[in-house]
C-alpha cells in the first residue's frame, strides 16, 4: 500500500528537515521538487531549452567551467521581478516536475510512503495526488533569516520572495497536520511531532512499522 504524503510551506520554513526525518522515520522515498528542478536545469534537457527561451540568454553563465549552465541568481532577479514571467516559468515548473514525480512514483511503487517536498504543493495542484498534507510553519523573522543565510541574499530580498508565496492562513487551511518550525525550537520536539503524525497516519492506513 503506497500512501503520498506532501510537505507544503513557505520557503525557509524547513520543510526538507521534516522530510528528513519522515525518511529516517518509515524508510519513505522523497521527492524533492528542487533537487528536479536542478537535473531539469541542465542544458540539453527540454525544460532548460524552454527556461532559456522564455528568459533569453542573459540568465546564463558566460564563461569558466559552468558555461550555459542557468545562473540561478540572475534567474531569480528576473522572476521575482516580473510577476508575468513567474507565472510563465512555474507553469512550465511545474509540468516537467510533475512528470519526473509521476515516473519516480512508480519507479517506487512497493515504497509505503512517498514525501512530496514541495514549495509550490497547492500552486502546481501536486495536493491533489496526496494522501495527507503537513504544513511547515515557522514566523516571518525566521523565514527571512533562513533563506538570506541560504540564498546568500539581503533580508529586503528574502521578505519579497516570501511575499510571493502562499499565505500561512490560507495555507493553514488547507493542510491536515500542523508543525510550527520556529527559530529556537529544539529539534527533538519536531522529531517528537512528526513521529505523531506518522504514527497517526500508519494507524489510519492499517501500516506496520517497520521493525
Known amino acids: 500500500k503506497m500512501v503520498i504524503i506532501g510537505v507544503a510551506g513557505n520557503t525557509g520554513a524547513g520543510k526538507s528537515t521534516i522530510s528528513t526525518i519522515i525518511k529516517n522515520n518509515s524508510g519513505a522515498k522523497v521527492i524533492d521538487a528542487d533537487i528536479i ?20 540568454d542573459e540568465i546564463l553563465v558566460k564563461c569558466g567551467k559552468k558555461q550555459g549552465k542557468v545562473d540561478s541568481s540572475k534567474l531569480a532577479k528576473r522572476i521575482y521581478a516580473d510577476d508575468e514571467k ?16 509521476k515516473e519516480i512514483i512508480l519507479e517506487n511503487k512497493d515504497t ?10 497547492y500552486e502546481g495542484g501536486f495536493d491533489k495526488i496526496c494522501n495527507y498534507v503537513i504544513g511547515v510553519f515557522a514566523n516571518d523573522e ?69 521493525k
Do not use: C, W
Not at 528542478?37 to 533569453?56: C, H, Q, R, W
Open 37 to 56: 528542478v536542478k537535473e531539469l536545469m541542465t542544458p540539453g534537457e527540454k525544460y532548460y531549452d524552454e527556461v532559456v527561451n522564455l528568459f533569453g
Open 86 to 101: 513567474r507565472a510563465k516559468l512555474n507553469k512550465l515548473t511545474f509540468k516537467y516536475v510533475g512528470q519526473k514525480t
Open 112 to 121: 509505503n510512503f512517498i514525501v512530496l517536498d514541495f514549495p509550490l504543493l
Open 142 to 210: 525566521t523565514k527571512i533569516k533562513r533563506i538570506s543565510e541560504r540564498d546568500k541574499i539581503s533580508e529586503k530580498q528574502a521578505l519579497a520572495r516570501l511575499n510571493t508565496q502562499i499565505n500561512e492562513d490560507e495555507l493553514k487551511e488547507k493542510v491536515d497536520f500542523v508543525i510550527e518550525n520556529h527559530k529556537g525550537t529544539a529539534y527533538y520536539m519536531i522529531v517528537k511531532d512528526v513521529i505523531k503524525i506518522m504514527h497517526k497516519i500508519k494507524k489510519e492506513e492499517n501500516i506496520e512499522d517497520k
